[in-house]
Every structure is written in structure tokens, then in C-alpha cells.
């Protein structure tokens, strides 16, 4: 079944505690993108991945790292957890980020960090 | 998510009835856009999309309409059913950038 897995589907942490959440995909997908969600905000982007070795900021990256070194794994990295990123995560993916290649999402990562 | 539907507007309806949820979009250098579905605890889906070249695109039970006069888009689902109760959310792009952006959503709750 073609999906995009991320793991844990929920995580409680305490600030500091360094946490990574994998995101994994069986597509052969190209493009792979992370996503935090919180109320009242929607969707917002943190870093893409346009390919393998490839990855840039979105919109709000700062307090996050990523790496691309397989074409179909794109783990979420948290240094130095703070609460300000409790939040649900998102992670997704397409063929290729041109205009209409539809996105598939990850059933998301609940994270708390206190 | 268990938290995406605080602070969403809400459109409350009778199973059967027709929907519509409403978007307004930003930027007017946007040439597509997408509507998702996102059910209590999963990830967004897909619904259904539109290029600025058109103004209506029908999908199985979902139609698209979009104003880009007033940078309006919509989307109406016919005879709604229960399954149908989500966070729909649409989304914008300028396929020049290649950049997604996101609105807020309306969270859909149908009645039996």
C-alpha cells in the first residue's frame, strides 16, 4: 500500500531532550516536506526536501533539523526541544514538487514537549 | 489532529443536504489550488483541484468554483453524508515557486 509512515504517532518529552521523528515513504517519491500544525494557525512549512541530499527552510524552521540521505526517509530532528514546539506534525510527500503532483500526508506526529 | 478544530469556523449541516465551504486566497500570482479533507486524527487528503485557467471543476460528489475577480474559491459537496464530517482546508500555490500555502480550514459537521 503506497503511504507515507511517520513514528511515534504521539511523544511526550521535556524541554532539552533531544527527539528525532522518522518519516518514511514506499512511492519512490522525489519530494518529501515537513509540516507543524497548531489552532488557529493551519499548516505551516518547516524545512522540504526537493530530492536526496537536497533540503531547504520553509517557513518557520528555526529549532529544527532535517537530513535526506535515502530518497525515501526524511526524519524530523529536534536539538534542544522547547514547549513553543508542542504541536502536531506532519509529514509529506509527492513525485515532484511541480505545480498539480498531488501531496500525500503522513497520519501526523502529536508532539508535547513540557 | 485532536487539536486542528478549536478556533476553526464551523459549518453545521443535515445529512443530505449540500455544503459549502469557502476559502479566500491571498495572492493573486497563485495559479492552483487545492482543496483536503482531514478527518478527526489523520492526515489531510486530497479532495480535489483547479487551475486558474478554469473557473469549475467537478469531482464525484464535490465541485470547485473559483473567482479569482475576488480571490474567492469554494467548494460544495453534494448530499452530505456523516463520513463527510472533517476539517476541510484549502490550499494555494504559484507554480512559478512551487510553494504551498495553506488556509486555516472550516470544520464540517453533519448530522444524522
Known amino acids: 500500500e503506497a503511504q507515507v509512515t511517520q513514528n511515534p504517532r504521539y511523544l511526550i518529552t521535556v524541554t532539552g531532550k533531544k527527539l528525532t521523528v522518522t518519516c518514511s515513504q514506499n512511492?519512490?517519491?522525489?519530494?518529501m516536506s515537513w509540516y507543524r500544525q497548531d489552532p488557529g494557525l493551519g499548516l505551516r512549512q518547516i524545512y522540504y526536501s526537493m530530492n536526496v541530499e537536497v533540503t531547504d527552510k520553509g517557513d518557520v524552521p528555526e529549532g529544527y533539523k532535517v537530513s535526506r540521505k535515502e530518497k525515501r526517509n526524511f526524519p524530523l530532528i529536534l536539538e534542544s526541544p522547547s514547549p513553543n514546539q508542542t504541536s502536531l506534525y506532519f509529514c509529506?510527500?509527492?513525485?515532484?514538487?511541480?505545480?498539480?503532483?498531488?501531496?500525500?500526508f503522513g497520519s501526523g506526529t502529536q508532539l508535547s514537549v513540557l | 489532529g485532536e487539536s486542528v478544530g478549536l478556533h476553526l469556523p464551523t459549518l453545521s449541516v443535515q445529512e443530505g443536504d449540500n455544503s459549502i465551504i469557502n476559502c479566500a486566497y491571498s495572492?493573486?500570482?497563485?495559479?492552483?489550488f487545492i482543496w483536503y479533507k482531514q478527518e478527526s486524527g489523520k492526515g489531510p487528503q486530497f479532495i480535489i483541484d483547479?487551475?486558474?485557467?478554469?473557473d469549475k471543476r467537478q469531482g464525484q460528489r464535490v465541485t470547485v468554483l473559483l473567482n479569482k475577480t475576488v480571490k474567492h474559491l469554494s467548494l460544495q459537496i453534494a448530499a452530505t453524508q456523516p463520513g463527510d464530517s472533517a476539517v476541510y482546508f484549502c490550499a494555494e500555490e504559484n507554480s512559478g515557486y512551487s510553494t504551498l500555502t495553506f488556509g486555516k480550514g472550516t470544520m464540517l459537521l453533519v448530522s444524522p
Open positions: 512511492m519512490n517519491h522525489e519530494y
Open positions: 483547479i487551475r486558474s485557467n478554469m
Open positions: 509529506a510527500s509527492s513525485l515532484s514538487r511541480q505545480s498539480n503532483e498531488k501531496l500525500f
Open positions: 495572492n493573486s500570482a497563485s495559479d492552483y
